[in-house]
């Protein structure tokens, strides 16, 4: 019977259970080829290194007891035939049984005097004195090494026995899906197409894993073709992996697929993303059906595809680091949450964090985006695995985070605050200076009470007082104390105005059409300085916000309010003129604004902020910024 909704426990106890013990046969392999692989057995030297009595230095074979009563003042002198000359590695003859530097010798007139008395065996290195012959040099499963390699060439190793990595195939599926090679440029794509790019990234980690992964030809949505790909895999492969058709779609036939050809073993995992996949074997290979989106595909390879490939190759699984060697884990450390998050009940959850060191306390936060944003995964710093007992997370509280990538700790300042692309673009500035910038578009009041409870390092802002018609200053007063020791930076003047279709086709011209019943705008989200320069010439022009159509729709930045005007969502949109023109539409201007940067006092001296004060001063970044229109420089 097919067991569904798995926890991930009983998923990996499955995996135990059915392949523990089934590793694939022992190769032998010529050493030239070894690196890397992991070895089947342990390793005996035949021979003992070195071979012979070597000289340890260069210098002069006597006996020892010929130098016993040496000293720089008294040397002992030896005739011709007392002493022989050896270089470091030289064979010692059996006369010997020890070896005078050359630095404690002179050599006149044929004698040698020596000026240290000499034990036996001093600067002799004797017959195994690296390996003695019938010693382990290296057990099984341990990873050939180049220290290894040389090793095994020393002691006349020409062959290792290695435990065989699986051969594992990849089955890309899906009548949406266009296979790689066959459209190079994705703006070509027709709607509803998309790019293979799962594969990619899935060679990317087989190679991280050092196990050979084949990309087997496009399946199209269709049971029959799936069939016979699955059967023909399962005859050549020890693995085989289908890309998409896990879930239960009109077009998903993978576990059907599996049910005629074999055993299905389960479908679903209590696990996000991920859920969908499968598990069968046909011909006695196991199957995995793997999700169609990004961040399902990684999670699934990570957390069961991963460990089937240790127990093919192994026969066994450890339990404490798969996951690690699994993701490439650099570190593992606790780090408090910035923010709360909450997650499904009873699903083992997994968050996509970034990581930033306030003061001396680590944090990371979730990045949003579900399963199909491969920009958020490509962005994290770490993965957080929540166990299904987890809901809720509170502000603040401690998770097991895994970093994948190393965190500049001491260099990285986090910026939270207004968007704007132009600040984006300081990030590659910010690093050419050897530290590091993370951005949070969170809004300019957002920004300036994360600035006040100290979860950030700077922010900026453009609020605009009604009342005084001033930007800013009233907001920043409003978190007095703290903002008495906050120092503002005015960065450049930007346009605001309306973000329409090229040609505008609704002939939007003034804040009065936007009360109009045949157009729809898109919002920013409370706390934005542009909500609140729209929300302020609404009142000024007596406008009553539930008039508006589409008020309530809210993006978290300009360049995602002009893709909601691009594709039809909106008709209009109050943004920035760079945005308008990075995708090509109309731009009605209204105001222009300052944009500035709050700091705090203390952190000035922050390697991140002082890399951000002299990148902004530079000729490259604001030539760059001239090109995007819209700014002008105080």
């Known amino acids: 019977m097919v067991k569904e909704h798995l926890p991930l426990e009983e998923v990996w106890q499955l995996l135990r259970a059915r392949w523990t013990g089934r590793r694939l046969p022992v190769e032998r392999i010529p050493l030239q080829q070894a690196h890397g692989a992991l070895l089947a057995e342990d390793i005996v030297s035949p021979?003992?290194?070195?071979?012979?009595?070597?000289?340890?230095?260069?210098?002069?074979?006597?006996?020892?007891?010929?130098?016993?009563?040496?000293?720089?003042?008294?040397?002992?002198?030896?005739?011709?035939?007392?002493?022989?000359?050896?270089?470091?590695?030289?064979?010692?003859?059996?006369?010997f049984d020890s070896v005078a530097m050359v630095e404690d010798t002179s050599l006149k007139d044929g004698k040698l005097y020596v000026y240290v008395s000499l034990s036996p065996g001093a600067n002799l290195r004797p017959v195994g004195e690296d390996i003695v012959k019938g010693q382990i040099v290296a057990h099984f499963g341990d990873a050939v090494d180049p220290n290894l390699m040389a090793l095994f060439y020393a002691i006349g190793m020409r062959e290792l026995p290695v435990l065989s990595r699986p051969k594992v195939v990849f089955i890309p599926t899906g009548d949406e899906i266009v296979p790689r090679g066959h459209v190079e440029d994705p703006s070509y794509l027709p709607p509803g197409k998309v790019m293979e790019s799962n594969s990619v990234m899935l060679e990317c980690l087989f190679e991280k894993w050092k196990t050979p992964l084949f990309i087997g030809p496009h399946v199209k949505d269709d049971l029959k073709s799936l069939r016979e790909a699955?059967?023909?895999?399962?005859?050549?492969?020890?693995?085989?992996?289908?890309?998409?058709?896990?879930?239960?779609?009109?077009?998903?036939?993978?576990?059907?697929?599996?049910?005629?050809?074999?055993?299905?073993?389960?479908?679903?995992?209590?696990?996000?993303?991920?859920?969908?996949?499968?598990?069968?074997?046909?011909?006695?290979?196991?199957?995995?059906?793997?999700?169609?989106?990004?961040?399902?595909?990684?999670?699934?390879?990570?957390?069961?595809?991963?460990?089937?490939?240790?127990?093919?190759?192994?026969?066994?699984?450890?339990e404490e680091k798969f996951l690690d060697d699994a993701m490439g884990t650099k570190e593992k450390l606790k780090a408090s949450l910035l923010m709360s998050h909450t997650?499904?009940?009873?699903?083992?959850?997994?968050?996509?964090?970034?990581?930033?060191?306030?003061?001396?306390?680590?944090y990371v936060w979730p990045l949003s985006g579900g399963s199909s944003s491969m920009r958020a995964t490509a962005e994290a710093d770490g993965f957080v695995l929540l166990s299904s007992k987890t809901y809720e997370c509170p502000k603040g509280k401690e998770l097991e985070v895994r970093l994948v990538r190393d965190v500049p700790w001491e260099s990285r300042a986090l910026f939270q605050g207004s968007d704007d692309p132009a600040v984006a673009k300081l990030v590659s500035y910010v690093r050419r200076r050897g530290a590091d910038l993370i951005i949070r578009s969170v809004g300019s009041l957002g920004g300036l009470a994360a600035l006040a409870r100290g979860e950030a390092h700077l922010s900026a802002a453009h609020l605009l007082d009604p009342e005084t018609g001033f930007y800013n200053d009233s907001y920043i007063a409003s978190f007095k104390p703290m903002s008495d020791r906050w120092k503002r930076f005015l960065l450049f003047y930007r346009q605001q105005g309306f973000i329409v279709k090229k040609g505008n086709p609704k002939e939007i011209k003034s804040i009065e059409d936007l009360a109009r019943t045949d157009?729809?705008?898109?919002?920013?989200?409370?706390?934005?300085?542009?909500?609140?320069?729209?929300?302020?010439?609404?009142?000024?022009?007596?406008?009553?916000?539930?008039?508006?159509?589409?008020?309530?729709?809210?993006?978290?930045?300009?360049?995602?309010?002009?893709?909601?005007?691009?594709?039809?969502?909106?008709?209009?949109?109050?943004?920035?003129?760079?945005?308008?023109?990075?995708?090509?539409?109309?731009?009605?201007?209204?105001?222009?604004?300052?944009?500035?940067?709050?700091?705090?006092?203390?952190?000035?001296?922050?390697p991140g902020i002082a890399a951000l004060l002299d990148a902004i001063s530079d000729e490259e970044f604001r030539e760059e910024v001239d090109r995007m229109g819209g700014y002008r420089w105080p």
Not at 255 to 265: D, N, T, V, W
Not at 349 to 360: I, K
């Open 519 to 606: 157009v729809r705008i898109v919002n920013r989200q409370p706390g934005a300085g542009t909500r609140v320069l729209l929300d302020s010439m609404l009142k000024d022009h007596g406008i009553d916000a539930s008039l508006i159509k589409g008020y309530d729709d809210q993006t978290v930045t300009h360049l995602d309010a002009s893709c909601r005007v691009a594709w039809g969502l909106a008709d209009v949109a109050l943004g920035i003129k760079s945005a308008a023109d990075a995708l090509d539409l109309d731009f009605i201007p209204i105001t222009e604004e300052p944009y500035e940067f709050v700091i705090p006092e203390d952190e000035l001296r922050h």
């Open 47 to 95: 021979i003992n290194v070195p071979h012979y009595p070597a000289s340890a230095v260069d210098g002069y074979a006597v006996l020892s007891s010929s130098t016993s009563m040496a000293t720089a003042a008294t040397p002992a002198i030896l005739d011709e035939g007392q002493y022989q000359w050896v270089n470091t590695g030289s064979f010692v003859p059996p006369d």
């Open 343 to 362: 997650s499904p009940q009873g699903i083992s959850e997994w968050l996509r964090v970034r990581a930033v060191q306030l003061g001396s306390k680590r």
């Open 230 to 318: 699955l059967l023909k895999a399962a005859e050549e492969y020890d693995l085989v992996l289908i890309g998409a058709g896990s879930a239960k779609g009109k077009r998903d036939f993978t576990a059907e697929a599996i049910e005629h050809e074999g055993e299905l073993l389960f479908h679903w995992v209590l696990m996000k993303p991920g859920r969908p996949a499968l598990l069968g074997a046909v011909k006695d290979k196991p199957v995995i059906g793997m999700p169609g989106f990004p961040m399902s595909t990684m999670v699934v390879a990570w957390s069961v595809v991963y460990p089937l490939v240790e127990l093919l190759m192994k026969g066994n699984l450890n």
